[in-house]
């Protein structure tokens, strides 16, 4: 993959563009990019958005950034129902498959407005320009879905752009989780590399 230094530089460019902010010039799509990178850089990439959503302010790049951890939403949902300390034991007896069951019915994922969707729609600043960074997909994964998250979200979040930092491959159209494992299709999300290889703003 790309340098990820010229990767990082290249988005801080990206996201200070008006066009990307307002989302404009993406024929009537939504605003949804996956940046995909090797697993083994995750605690740079951790590093490096955090960077950015310390300076990436209004008064900076007329947008605040706004980062979501999916792994940490969801332990904070669960943990407020009251259902995490139950969750080893019902594994032990009943098997991953079904706590993944469980969970995704405890979060409401098969519903557009999810507690995932619900949680980071009520966080954003309506009144204030805004981009959101969605990690801790791999942490997360195979609990949550990340195609999932995104077919739910674009249907509520359709005005704010939205970046999700993927651990593995993204070509356009298939996700493919630590570059080996098939996580499912998706083809709403620009690719951030194609989008920079195509045009630069």
């Not at 498959?97 to 507690?115: A, G, T, Y």
């Not at 499912?184 to 690719?191: E, L, Q």
């Amino acid at each position: 993959m790309a340098d990820l230094e010229e990767d990082f530089r290249r988005l801080r460019d990206k996201i200070a563009s008006p066009s990307f902010q307002q989302n404009h010039g993406l024929s009537n799509e939504v605003g949804y990019y996956i940046f995909d990178y090797d697993p083994k850089d995750e605690l740079r990439v951790r590093e490096a958005v955090q960077n950015i959503a310390t300076t990436a302010t209004v008064a900076t790049i007329g947008a605040n950034v706004q980062v979501f951890n999916l792994y940490d939403l969801v332990i904070t949902i669960l943990k407020r129902y009251g259902y995490v300390e139950g969750f080893a034991d019902f594994e032990q007896e009943y098997g991953t498959e079904q706590l993944i069951h469980e969970i995704n019915n405890v979060l409401e994922m098969n519903e557009e407005r999810n507690l995932i969707v619900e949680e980071i729609a009520a966080a954003v600043d309506a009144e204030e320009p805004t981009i959101i960074f969605l990690t801790g997909v791999g942490q997360v994964f195979p609990l949550l879905r990340s195609h999932k998250v995104l077919n739910t979200m674009n249907q509520v979040i359709d005005k704010v752009p939205v970046v999700m930092f993927y651990p593995g491959k993204y070509d356009g159209l298939h996700l493919s989780m630590f570059g080996e494992i098939k996580d499912d299709n998706y083809y709403r999300a620009f690719g951030l590399r194609r989008v920079w290889n195509e045009h630069e703003d």
